[in-house]
């Protein structure tokens, strides 16, 4: 687990994640050409203001999509 700060509409926040999660959203953000704090500034305003769930399982969920996407793209190539 590692805990990082991110910055999101100019207020700093920690978030702590396990390595393999906060290297998935950097290749994330690197392939899309966003910084990292983009990227996750993005998921945040996505998720709205309804989702009660924590930031950290909201940016797991959306590592474990991105990757369910690209394996469904590999599997119909």
């Known amino acids: 687990m590692r805990k990082r700060s991110v910055t999101i509409d100019g207020h700093r926040t920690s978030i702590s994640l396990e390595d393999a999660f906060w290297a998935e959203l950097s290749a994330i953000a690197r392939v899309r ?7 996750v500034a993005e998921i945040d305003h996505a998720r709205g ?4 769930g ?3 399982s909201t ?5 474990l999509a991105e990757l369910k996407k690209a394996a469904a793209n ?3 190539a």
């Open 74 to 76: 590999i599997s119909r």
């Open 54 to 56: 924590n930031l950290s």
């Open 33 to 39: 050409g966003l910084s990292l704090n983009a990227l």
């Open 59 to 63: 940016l797991r969920l959306y590592v």
């Open 49 to 52: 203001t309804t989702d009660a």
